[in-house]
């Protein structure tokens, strides 16, 4: 745990809280932003029956949603690593209740564009990266791996817990006040957060240029990785609920699918973080690519079996959480961790690139031909994306450019 002198010097918190009492704050929040996020597949059809649409049109929204938290990240990122993160939590706080809000009471789906689409993407794309450059100033290097793994777990329980709950307010209350429902949730739980945030005044000049990542032959090769395993990430995110319902699964355990996965992912997280810098973070970024394309692999052939689905399910959430619990400590062991937010958040637009094709063409092509294509189509970007992480990424580099 970092000691009170340590948080006095250039670029490390003025006004730090207790190390974990910070992790658990980011823990809520990210249960919160990520359950909600993730759990937009059990509200696709009943938003787009409400607005009189078809599935691609609204499966879109969750892209653009996607797309605007990564994008929001990278600036996110950046601006936590200069200048620390309680303000960006607290602009994340307002975003998300807001966003919520307005998606509760529109009547015209270019309006949940701009709420759903902009607000809620952009609060979590200010939350994610700078927790994580948080984190990363708040703990020492031995203790910086299961901080890690515990604040990722907040990720994975929120994609058990949240869908399910939506499932259940939404038969109860309906789409629209369960998002009402979800806007206060998000304020004060994301609103913990912002107090326990950080500020800092870590130099410009001490901070990695953009210019040195886009040199970089492996930060690109690692940024194309991720661009390709996007559409596979996110297809099971935003489409096992509707392809379970259509095979004729129960819409409960249809609602569960993605939970499962967030359940799988929570043990696989504090495992990945127990684990420290025992095994070498890039093996295990090679393993969870693995782990996701054959999970698509399953969901492609298990025609609708419960039991086949579990296991896609399963195997999705293994290679989530260890792919994202290993990332960081990749990033951080190359330009380190001073830089940590600004450079993770860079590194995630690729994979919201991979989600805006992902889910939106996907959308598409199963309103013209079904389901069976647009999951095969996923399973072949993904084993690209293997391919390219599979390639050496030796190259020396300075931690600032």
């Known amino acids: 745990m970092a000691a009170a002198s340590d948080l006095s010097e250039p670029g490390q918190p003025e006004d730090a809280s207790d190390p974990w009492s910070i992790a658990a704050a980011a823990f809520a929040a990210n249960f919160v932003t990520f359950g909600i996020l993730f759990s937009f597949g059990v509200f696709l059809t009943p938003i787009a029956d409400d607005l009189n649409t078809s599935t691609g049109p609204v499966a879109a929204l969750f892209s653009t949603a996607v797309c605007t938290y990564y994008a929001g990240g990278a600036i996110g990122g950046r601006?936590?690593?200069r200048f620390?993160?309680?303000?960006?939590?607290?602009?994340?706080?307002?975003?998300?209740?807001?966003?919520?809000?307005?998606?509760?009471?529109?009547?015209?789906?270019?309006?949940?564009y701009a709420a759903f689409g902009v607000l809620v993407g952009l609060a979590t794309g200010f939350?994610?990266?700078?927790?994580?450059?948080?984190?990363?100033?708040s703990f020492s290097e031995r203790r910086r791996p299961a901080a890690m793994?515990?604040?990722?777990?907040?990720?994975?329980?929120?994609?058990?817990?949240?869908?399910?709950?939506?499932?259940?307010?939404?038969?109860?209350?309906?789409?629209?006040?369960?998002?009402?429902?979800?806007?206060?949730?998000?304020?004060?739980?994301?609103?913990?957060a912002a107090t326990r945030g950080d500020r800092v005044r870590t130099p410009s000049g001490g901070l990695i240029r953009v210019t040195t990542l886009v040199r970089s032959r492996r930060f690109l090769l690692f940024f194309a990785a991720v661009v390709a395993i996007g559409p596979g990430f996110y297809?099971?995110?935003?489409?096992?609920?509707?392809?379970?319902?259509?095979?004729?699964?129960?819409?409960?355990?249809?609602?569960a699918l993605i939970g499962i996965s967030g359940a799988t992912s929570v043990v696989a997280r504090l495992v990945c973080g127990a684990l420290g810098d025992r095994v070498d973070p890039m093996r295990l970024c090679r393993a969870a690519f693995v782990c996701m394309t054959a999970a698509l692999a399953i969901w492609w052939v298990?025609?609708?079996?419960?039991?086949?689905?579990?296991?896609?399910?399963?195997?999705?959430?293994i290679g989530w959480a260890v792919w994202v619990t290993a990332t960081p400590s990749v990033l951080a062991s190359w330009y380190g961790v001073e830089n940590l937010g600004g450079v993770i958040g860079i590194y995630y637009t690729g994979l919201g690139v991979g989600a805006l094709a992902g889910p939106a063409v996907c959308g598409f092509i199963i309103d013209a031909s079904g389901f069976g294509p647009a999951i095969g189509l996923v399973t072949l970007t993904s084993?690209?994306?293997?391919?390219?992480?599979?390639?050496?990424?030796?190259?020396?580099?300075p931690h600032s450019g």
């Open 127 to 137: 939350c994610y990266p700078s927790m994580i450059g948080l984190i990363g100033r």
């Open 79 to 81: 601006i936590g690593d």
């Open 383 to 397: 084993l690209i994306a293997l391919g390219l992480l599979a390639l050496p990424m030796r190259e020396a580099e």
């Open 235 to 255: 297809a099971p995110v935003a489409f096992y609920n509707d392809y379970a319902v259509e095979r004729g699964v129960a819409p409960a355990l249809a609602a």
């Open 149 to 192: 793994g515990f604040l990722l777990a907040g990720v994975g329980a929120g994609t058990l817990v949240m869908p399910l709950a939506s499932h259940a307010l939404i038969s109860a209350l309906g789409w629209r006040q369960t998002y009402a429902v979800l806007a206060a949730v998000a304020f004060v739980a994301i609103g913990w």
């Open 84 to 112: 620390g993160a309680r303000l960006l939590i607290a602009v994340a706080a307002l975003a998300m209740s807001a966003g919520l809000a307005l998606t509760a009471i529109s009547d015209a789906l270019w309006q949940t």
């Open 302 to 317: 298990s025609d609708g079996n419960p039991a086949v689905l579990i296991v896609s399910a399963v195997a999705h959430g």
